[in-house]
């Protein structure tokens, strides 16, 4: 899959130009693109597809600790991405998902 991503990947990024942003994503895990993407992409999901963010404060953690992981690879103009968070949905207290959706 990681072959894949970085054959398609660079043109799609030539056609969009440099005052798009162009989000990658994870495909199936396999594609890491923190690893190679950096010049190509704003930013990258740190998540699976295939494994869609869980409404719930394990799942917020989840999320954070797979960004923190990563943050040695991001910088300006290429930034992890922990996908969408789950907020609203009813399996996290109203405080928590406002402190998780909210900046220091």
Known sequence: MQQIAQTLYPPMRAALGDSVAFAMNNEDGS???????RELATTWRTNLVTSPLADS???????????????????????NDPDLLQIGQGGMTDSTGRSSASGP
Do not use: D, F, H, I
Request: proline share 10%; glycine share 14%.
């Open 31 to 37: 594609t890491v693109p923190w690893l190679w993407g």
């Open 57 to 79: 404060y394990p799942g917020m953690v989840t999320a954070w600790e797979n960004n923190m992981l990563r943050q040695e690879y991001a910088g300006p103009g290429s930034w």
